[in-house]
């Protein structure tokens, strides 16, 4: 029988992706998404692409353990793919409670949950935020985490930690369905975990039916290129052009986002079929390859045949020079590689940026 993964923010920009890719290999998938950052565009976009008009789906906060154990109970799930979460670095800064209980309660329910149903597979979306302003490039999943800089960046690792003591504090429980005395009562079994640290995840997917769909005025770069392009916003402000680079202007690991949501799909695989090392692991989702800001705006451009009304501001606070990612590990254990080039991924954000004008 097809095995079941739980995807909690699912019909967000990530979350539908990763639907599509795990349906596409022959999961069963489970929604769980509160809507607090996003429509049903993408959930509907889901449901185009893979022509599935059954997936299930919960609106459910999952702050709300009564609701997630329900559901739990309900599905029987075999892996939790956890998005569910507020991703804003400036707004966490200035509502830091609000962040750290949504993002720690979600967590620490869907672990709960996990060890209470007989043990289960998490897959934790982590962030390349957790290596600070690394003095060492590319980064390694080695290279030392540094203080995180926002409430937002701490959540990360917070989560991170407490995914590996529950790993920890769960080995011993037996798995689910064993016959030995291993289990623990109460149905309790291990929960083991991957965490995926991603750099920049930009794009849409290839029909234009699902992509990125931020409320008011993005922060993130791409959904700022497009929305400039089509008119939605005057002008890109270019965050710094004096930064010790090339080119003056940050670097980063642009990654698309279906290959990102193919890593997604051979973590859970490398999990449920039994292929970790250990009980937690950690892997970058990256290109291995920088983008400057600058070279960014300009290949968008030339990819889409138009010119984007920009200029240079100063810095941004917060953000680091230059980050990206060393993805050997990822390579070598997971099968996995980055394949779309940036420019069919710029491509595609604009088609979605289009696709949005004409709904
Ligand atoms: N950036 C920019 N203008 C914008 C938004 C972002 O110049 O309107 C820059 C930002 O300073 C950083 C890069 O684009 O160097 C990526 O920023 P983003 O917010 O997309 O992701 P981050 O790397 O901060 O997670």
Excluded at 257 to 275: P, T
Excluded at 320 to 331: M, Q, R
Aim: aromatic fraction near 8%.
């Amino acid at each position: 029988m097809a095995k079941r993964v739980l995807v909690s923010g699912g019909a967000g920009y990530i979350g539908s992706h990763v639907t599509v890719e795990l349906i596409g290999a022959g999961y069963e998938v489970v929604v769980a998404d509160n809507m607090s950052n996003c429509d049903m565009t993408c959930f509907e976009g889901v449901k185009k692409i893979t022509g599935r008009d059954d997936i299930p789906f919960y609106q459910i906060d999952c702050c709300d353990y009564e609701a997630v154990t329900r559901l739990f109970d309900e599905q029987g799930i075999d892996a939790v793919i956890h998005f569910a979460a507020f991703k804003a670095v400036g707004e966490s800064v200035a509502e830091p409670i609000m962040y750290y209980r949504n993002n720690l309660v979600s967590f620490l329910n869907i672990l709960e949950a996990a060890k209470n149903h007989g043990g289960c597979n998490v897959l934790f979306s982590s962030s390349a935020t957790v290596y600070g302003e690394a003095e060492d490039l590319p980064v390694t999943e080695q290279t030392p985490r540094l203080p995180a800089t926002s409430p937002y960046g701490n959540t990360k690792q917070m989560c991170e930690d407490i995914l590996r003591d529950v790993v920890l504090a769960t080995a011993g429980f037996g798995g689910a369905g064993d016959s030995d005395a291993g289990v623990a009562a109460g149905g309790q079994g291990p929960v083991k975990g991957i965490a995926l640290r991603y750099f920049n995840p930009i794009g849409a997917h290839p029909s234009a039916l699902i992509g990125e769909l931020p409320r008011g005025v993005p922060n993130n770069l791409v959904p700022f290129i497009t929305q400039t392009a089509i008119g939605k916003r005057e002008c890109l402000s270019i965050f710094g052009n004096d930064y010790p680079t090339e080119d003056g202007t940050c670097l980063r690991d642009y990654i698309d986002i279906v290959d990102l949501a193919k890593a997604h799909v051979a973590a859970v695989s490398r999990m449920i079929d039994g292929r970790m090392k250990e009980g937690y692991e950690i892997f970058n989702v990256g290109t291995g390859r920088p983008v400057s800001v600058h070279e960014l705006v300009t290949a968008f451009e030339k990819v889409n045949g138009l010119k984007l009304n920009y200029k240079f501001a100063p810095r941004r606070p917060g953000d680091v020079v230059a980050i990206w990612a060393d993805t050997s590990l990822a390579n070598e254990e997971l099968g996995w590689k980055a394949e779309r080039s940036v420019e069919d991924t710029l491509a595609s954000a604009w088609a979605w940026e289009k696709y949005l004008a004409g709904k």
